[in-house]
C-alpha cells in the first residue's frame, strides 16, 4: 500500500512528510546494515489440514532493530523493495529457508514437513534467480518438491513471458508454486491457467469477512471451486475463528494457516509445537 501510493504523490503543506521523511532516512541506512549485523530472523507459521495435520509452515522475516525491537514486514519489506535490497534479503531468507528444511528432512519426525518461502518481484525478475535458486537448492541439499515460493498476482503479471519462463525451470527441479493473496490482485483470471502452479492461497482479507458478509461467501467458494476445477490445493490464510474453519470445511477447503492454528512463532517455539501436536498421519 505504501508502495503504491509512494513516489508518485504529492503532498502539499503536509506536516508530517519531513518527519516521515526523516524516519524513512532513519530505517533505509539502519535496513542496509541488518543482513550484516544478524538482525533478521525466520518466524514460522503452522499450516494444516482440517484432521490435525500439519503440513509444514510459511517462513515469514522478522527484523529485530537494535533500538526498536521487532519491526513487522509491512514496514520495512517495500522499502527493501524501493532500494533494491530485497534482492539480497531474499536470497539470505531462501537459504536459511532451504538450512531448515534439510534439518526437518533428516529427521524422521518432521521428514514430512513442506516450508512456503514469500519471493519479492524484485527478486524474481532478476536475471539470475532460477540459477541462484538452483544453486541454493544444491548446496543445502534439500529436496526441492519440499520447497513452495509464494508468488502475488502483481508479481506474475508484471512479466508474464519472464514468469511462465522461470517456474517451468524450478518446476523441472521440483519447485512448488503458490498464489499468495489470491482475489486481492487483477480480475482477469485467464492468465492461471498459464501458470504452473500447485496452489491457490485465499487472501486473509475474504477469510476474515466469511461469517459477516455474505458477499465475501461467494467469493470464497468461487475461488474454492475455481481451485478444485484447475486442479489445485487451496489453502485459506487468516483463518482466526472455528466458525471460519467450518465454513472453509464445508466448502471443501481443507487446508489453513491462521491465528487459529498458531501465529508465526520463532523456530524453538514451532518446534515446541510440532512436538506438542504430533502429526497425524491421513490416509
Ligand atoms: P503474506 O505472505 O500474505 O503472509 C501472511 C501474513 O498474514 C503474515 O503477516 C502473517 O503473520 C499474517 N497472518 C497469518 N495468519 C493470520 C491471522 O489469522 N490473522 C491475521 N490478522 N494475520 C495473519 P506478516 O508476517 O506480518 O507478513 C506480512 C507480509 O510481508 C507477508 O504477507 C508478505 O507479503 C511479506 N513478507 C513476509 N516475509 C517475507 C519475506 O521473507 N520475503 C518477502 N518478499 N515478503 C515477505
Ligand atoms: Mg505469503
Ligand atoms: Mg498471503
Ligand atoms: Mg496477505
Redesign the pocket.
Known sequence: QAKRCGRNTIRFFDPTTHAAMEVRIGLEADLRTALLNNEFS??Y?IQTLDSGYITGA????RWHHPEQGLI???KF?PLTEEIGL?TE??YW?LETACIQLKAWADNPATAHLQLS????PR?FHQDQFVEKVSAIITNTGIDASKLKL?L?ESLVLDDMNDTIKKMNRLKKMGVQFSL??FGTGYSSLSYLTQLPLDQLKI??SFV?NLTLKNADNVIVQTIIGMAITLGLDVIA????TAEQAAFLKANYCYHY????FG??VPLAEFEAALADMPPIKQD
Open positions: 525466520l518466524y507459521q510459511e517462513a515469514l522475516l513487522a514486514p509491512v519489506i530485497i534479503i531474499g531468507t518461502v514469500n519471493v519479492s527478486q509464494e502475488t499468495d493473496d487472501d486473509k476474515h490464510e487468516g483463518v482466526e494457516q491462521g491465528y487459529l501465529k508465526p
